[in-house]
């Protein structure tokens, strides 16, 4: 029978035949739940996880060694961003989880690690191009609103191919009659690919430091030219931003800035890396400045450990530096300092009962991928906090970037040579030019 309803035709199926409808329909749903999911593409699936976590550094003009921008650049490199993901050496995040929380972590999340293994399981597929996310828009242009003052290398800086660059001084003029804060700072390379690090100084008008150095001249010191008083200058210089590969600029909280006194000159210390290629950069400095005093005054300070003596084959020598705060402060970031041989840096607080309070563990720390790790919420570090920063160095055969494992370190400028240095970031008072603050190497 096959009769219209509301102008409808229905079907009416015999008792004997609709089982046999209901068994097809669970048979199918049973093969469906079964099935196997299908592989991940790199359109659908991969590329928007390289252009957050990767393509910041993974693209022209960066230090990524290639491009990781369309499918056919990344598909050779699929096995190794599997590998290097997980046993996260890529992206470089080197906190351990076991302290603190950071504003700029960009590790990878578990979902995402997963994700890169079954599309390199699955045959590495790249999928539908419909599929595929807008392609970012890079550009060079700054990172601060504005800058609202600009100062430059007087010329580009040529790095000779398949050379060692000794650190690079040059005093840039700002010309202040008056004291300037500054909201945010930014260290611009012309070529990122060539640019190690950078470290950008307010040096004052009474600084004896490098004041034989003539104005926007290349500077480089040879190794241990320097005089004692002369470090000891450079260590009580104020930092006021430092650039590494895929750092953020400089911005600080409101009602929070950096102080440039009247009369001082910015001192920007550069760390080129040489490339098989001859290449060039004339890095560049931006600053945005406050219309009024901050209510606080942001301060990077060190703690350094001058005294290291690392032995020939030690591979877990280890050294500490300790000191009190002198005033209230809030803590806000960390930057850890070590060359070649350094292999994980710590910093933490003495509590009154003796026990240490890790703040932050970097392990392992890489020389190449030094980083800022700025807190996701500012601590309070009141008045006679004890800290304690110890950095621990491989300096045996097993290093692989150990320049001369056979040799006694001492510390030094040169990436060569070694250094321990626990950078940290404070807020104190406006009105406050000095913190008195003393650190000590310790045992």
Same mark, same amino acid.
């Given at each position: 029978m096959h009769p219209n309803v509301g102008g409808l035709r229905l079907v009416l199926l015999r008792p004997? =035949?609709?089982? /046999?409808? !209901?068994?097809l329909f669970l048979l199918t749903m049973l093969a469906r739940a079964g099935a196997p999911p299908a592989a991940p593409t790199f359109n659908k699936d991969i590329l928007p996880i390289l252009q957050t976590r990767c393509q910041p550094c993974h693209r022209p003009g960066e230090i990524g060694p290639m491009l990781l921008i369309t499918?056919?650049?990344?598909?050779p490199w699929a096995k190794a961003i599997v590998e290097a993901v997980k046993t996260a050496k890529m992206p470089p995040w080197f906190a351990d989880k076991c302290c603190g929380q950071f504003s700029t972590e960009h590790s990878l999340k578990p979902e995402e690690i997963q994700a /890169?293994?079954?599309w390199v399981a699955g045959g590495s597929l790249e999928g539908k191009k419909k599929d595929a996310p807008r392609p970012i828009k890079w550009t060079e242009d700054w990172k601060i609103d504005g800058p609202s003052v600009v100062v430059s290398l007087p010329r580009p800086f040529e790095v000779p191919a398949n050379t060692k660059i000794d650190y690079q001084y040059v005093i840039l003029p700002v010309d202040l009659a008056e004291d300037k804060w500054a909201s945010a700072i930014e260290i611009h390379p012309s070529d990122r690919s060539i640019v190690h690090h950078a470290v950008l100084y307010s040096r004052a008008k009474e600084s %004896?430091?490098?004041?034989? !150095?003539?104005?926007?001249?290349m500077y480089a010191p040879t190794p241990g030219s320097m005089t004692p008083n002369e470090l000891l200058q450079q260590a009580a210089t104020d930092i006021l931003a430092v650039y590494t590969p895929g750092s953020p600029a400089a911005i600080w909280p409101e009602g929070m800035g950096k102080k440039l006194p009247a009369g001082s000159d910015l001192v920007l210390q550069l760390h080129y890396t040489s490339k098989k290629t001859t290449a060039s950069d004339r890095t560049s400095v931006g600053i945005n400045f /406050?219309?009024?005093?901050? &209510?606080?005054?942001?301060? %990077?300070?060190q703690?350094?450990?001058?005294? =290291? #003596? =690392?032995?020939?084959? &030690?591979?877990? *020598?280890?050294?500490? #530096?300790s000191g009190t705060m002198p005033r209230d402060a809030l803590l806000l970031a960390f930057f850890p300092h070590m060359h070649l041989r350094g292999s994980a840096f710590e910093y933490a607080i003495l509590q009154p009962d003796g026990k240490l309070e890790t703040l932050l563990r970097v392990k392992p720390y890489d020389f190449f991928w030094q980083q800022t790790y700025p807190l996701k919420t500012p601590r309070l570090l009141p008045?006679?906090?004890? /800290?304690?920063? %110890?950095? *621990?160095?491989?300096?045996?055969?097993?290093?692989?970037?150990n320049p001369d494992p056979k040799a006694e370190v001492r510390w030094g400028e040169q990436s060569w040579e070694e250094?321990?240095?626990?950078?940290?970031? !404070?807020?104190?008072?406006?009105?406050v030019d000095k913190v008195g603050f003393f650190s000590s190497p310790t045992p």
């Open positions: 004997k =035949i609709l089982p /046999l409808y !209901v068994s499918y056919e650049q990344t598909r /890169l293994d079954q %004896t430091w490098l004041r034989n !150095v003539p104005r926007l001249t /406050l219309k009024e005093r901050p &209510a606080r005054r942001v301060l %990077t300070l703690m350094q450990n001058r005294a =290291i #003596v =690392i032995p020939p084959g &030690a591979s877990d *020598y280890h050294a500490s #530096v008045k006679g906090t004890r /800290l304690v920063w %110890t950095g *621990y160095f491989d300096n045996s055969a097993n290093n692989p970037r250094m321990m240095v626990g950078f940290f970031d !404070v807020a104190v008072e406006a009105n």
